[in-house]
């Protein structure tokens, strides 16, 4: 019997979109379904909701739960990973209460910016770990990263894990269709390529029967930008740099130095930006649970439809030979992306069939658009160099790098700030010279 391993099975949403879709599709019928969460209680949770599915989907697949991590991954052919080291409490909120200390604000705080660096910091040993386990006992397995940072993690796992693994974000797959939702424009018929880094990907090309839909886009955006909505950033950044940006205004207000600045604080208003945004978001899900779980767990008629995630058609494609393109995160062999730094994890088309997940060549990024992927990479690059050495100095070197903190704060204030959140981090972070 063929085994899917997901780790962070806890995560039960997500386990019943990723999981559920497994379920749902004939080509994956009679794996086993190997569930493992640290957290005893969730992933009963989860196992119990995914039974009830495989129960009311008639699916042949077997679903298990192991305490034993290494067992879990015992000859698995494919790992799904969604972790989150540290949670809310304590680590989010040490992520955004120290650096707020020093005036350092945060919408997201989960990929670069100061909080980014300290959620890789915490993660990457976490994760290395699992790519021991995966060496011993399932070397040829397909690892797919779902945890944030995405691309540090997917770097590490693939550099010094010696994982095979693809990193897979949404927001590839939602970007075309909600822009033009916002600007009031039809997807029908429309062809766009997409390629960058995770969270700051590009639309470089969106055109019908070969027209350039990029002047009439700019056109309605520069017209809804007169009004507040959900996604003044994004656009911002189009109307001057060119290009639309993949992930969210939310998370691109903390990537780049021009928008939440103590100096000009009515930006914050003018962008309608949300400041501590993700803590807002945790306290809700939390709040929302037990809700959540009465209609999950304990409903034993529990059905699902097949979702948009890129899970399972990556396993369909690879079991059935049957192409099937994602927006995939890989890392930057051979130049993919050829103006961006090789050493670096790219996010470009692949194609996935049964030779696996083969990524496609890119070529320039437009330079300005590749100028403000490198300011990322760089943060990117110098945390991995971090986490591998254990020293201190390079911990200073990606804040100090990283462009919103490099905007707001002197080097001695980011050092600082920096040692108060090792400190605050205590055991969830491995000791640094």
Partial sequence: MSKITFIGAGSTVFAKNVLGDVMMTPALQGFEIALFDINPERLADSEKMLQNICNTSKSTCVIKSYSDRKEALRGAKYVVNAIQVGGYDPCTITDFEIPKKYGLRQTIADTVGIGGIFRNLRTIPVMLDFAKDIQEVCPDALFLNYTNPMAVLTNVMNTYGGVNTVGLCHSVQVCLQGLFD????????????????????????????????????????????????????????????????????????????????????????????????????????????????????????????????????????????????????????????????????????????????????????????????????????????????????????????????????????????????????????????
């Avoid at 209609?295 to 529990?302: G, M």
Wanted: charged content about 25%.
């Fill in 182 to 433: 916002n600007l009031g424009l039809e997807t029908t018929g429309v062809k766009h390529k997409i390629a960058g880094i995770n969270h700051m990907a590009w639309l470089l090309e969106v055109t019908k029967d070969g027209v350039d839909l990029y002047p009439e886009i700019k056109r309605r955006a520069r017209e809804k930008q007169k009004e507040k909505h959900w996604d003044m950033v994004r656009l911002e950044m189009m109307l001057n740099f060119g290009y639309y940006i993949t992930e969210s205004s939310e998370h691109n207000a903390e990537y780049h130095p021009y928008f939440i600045k103590r100096n000009y604080p009515e930006l914050i208003d003018r962008f309608n930006i949300p400041l501590d945004e993700y803590p807002r978001r945790c306290i809700n899900q939390i709040e929302s649970w037990n809700k959540q779980r009465e209609e999950l767990v304990n409903n034993i008629e529990l059905k699902h439809e097949r979702s948009h995630e890129y899970a399972s058609y990556i396993l369909e494609a690879i079991e059935t030979n049957v192409p099937f393109k994602i927006g995939g995160n890989v890392m930057n062999t051979g130049g993919l992306i050829s103006n961006l730094p090789r050493e670096a994890c790219v996010e470009v088309p692949c194609l996935v069939d049964r030779s696996g997940v083969n990524p496609t060549y890119v070529g320039d990024l437009p330079p300005q658009c590749a100028a403000l992927n490198r300011t990322n990479i760089n943060t990117q690059l110098l945390t991995i160099e971090a986490a591998i050495t254990r020293k201190r100095d390079h911990i200073y070197h990606a804040a100090m790098l990283d462009p919103h903190t490099a905007a707001e704060l002197s080097m001695d204030d980011i050092k600082a700030m920096c040692d108060d959140l090792i400190e605050a981090h205590g055991d969830w972070l491995p000791k640094y010279n």
